[in-house]
C-alpha cells in the first residue's frame, strides 16, 4: 500500500499533465492519474446512484476515459472533462435503472410456485417423449436443440442447416403443437 499512496496523484491540478503523459504513451502516469481520480468517481456515483451500482458505473467512466483518452485537450482543465464522462455515465446508469424499473413487478411469496404442485405432477417425462415424438421432425429437432439442450439459435442453426427464422418458425410451431397434444400444458408457468 505505501507505494500506491506514492503513486498517487491527488492534486487535480497534477491531473492535466498526467492526461498529457497518458496520450504520449506513458503507463507509469496513467496509473497514477487512475489511482487518484478512483476515490473522486466513487463520491460521485454515490451520491446518485444505490451503493450496488457504484462500482459498475465507475468502471463505466474509467473504460470510457480510456476509450476517449485522446480526445482530451491538455490545454485545458482536466478535472471538468473528466466530470462530464463522469456525469453523462451516471445519468446513463439511472435511465437504465429507471427502464428496468419499470418492466419489473415485485412478487410476492405466494407467486413463488407459479404452476403450482397439481399443475406440475400432470406432465411428466413420459407425456412430454409422447408429445415430442407426434411433432414433425423439424419441429421436434427445434425444441430439442433450443428448449431442452438450451442451445443458442445461432449454434442451433449451425447444427441443423436451418435458418434461425425457420428455427423460430418451428418452435412456435413445435410448442403450439406440444400444448394442443399435451391439453394445454405445455410450456406454461
Not at 504520449?24 to 451520491?47: F, H
Not at 419489473?104 to 413463488?112: K, R, V
Amino acid at each position: 500500500m505505501i507505494a500506491l499512496a506514492r503513486l498517487r496523484a491527488t492534486d487535480p491540478e497534477e491531473w492535466s499533465a498526467l492526461m498529457a503523459a497518458v496520450q504520449a504513451g506513458d503507463a507509469v502516469a496513467y496509473r497514477r492519474l487512475l489511482d487518484g481520480i478512483v476515490p473522486g468517481l466513487r463520491g460521485m456515483a454515490r451520491r446518485s446512484l444505490p451503493a450496488a451500482d457504484v462500482e459498475d458505473v465507475v468502471q463505466d467512466i474509467l473504460l470510457t476515459v480510456h476509450a476517449v483518452r485522446q480526445s482530451y485537450d491538455p490545454a485545458r482543465p482536466f478535472r471538468p472533462w473528466l466530470h462530464g464522462i463522469a456525469r453523462h455515465r451516471i445519468i446513463d446508469r439511472q435511465r437504465k435503472r429507471g427502464r428496468v424499473a419499470a418492466h419489473e413487478i415485485t412478487l410476492e411469496i405466494d407467486h413463488a410456485d407459479i404452476a403450482g404442485p397439481a399443475a406440475q405432477s400432470t406432465l411428466d417425462g413420459d407425456h412430454l417423449r409422447a408429445g415430442l415424438a407426434a411433432l414433425p421432425q423439424r419441429q421436434r429437432e427445434a425444441i430439442t436443440m433450443l428448449k431442452l439442450n438450451e442451445l443458442s439459435l445461432k449454434d442451433a442453426a449451425a447444427r441443423s442447416g436451418q435458418s434461425i427464422a425457420a428455427l423460430k418458425v418451428a418452435t412456435h410451431r413445435a410448442m403450439q403443437g406440444l400444448r394442443r397434444l399435451l391439453g394445454g400444458k405445455a410450456g406454461q408457468g
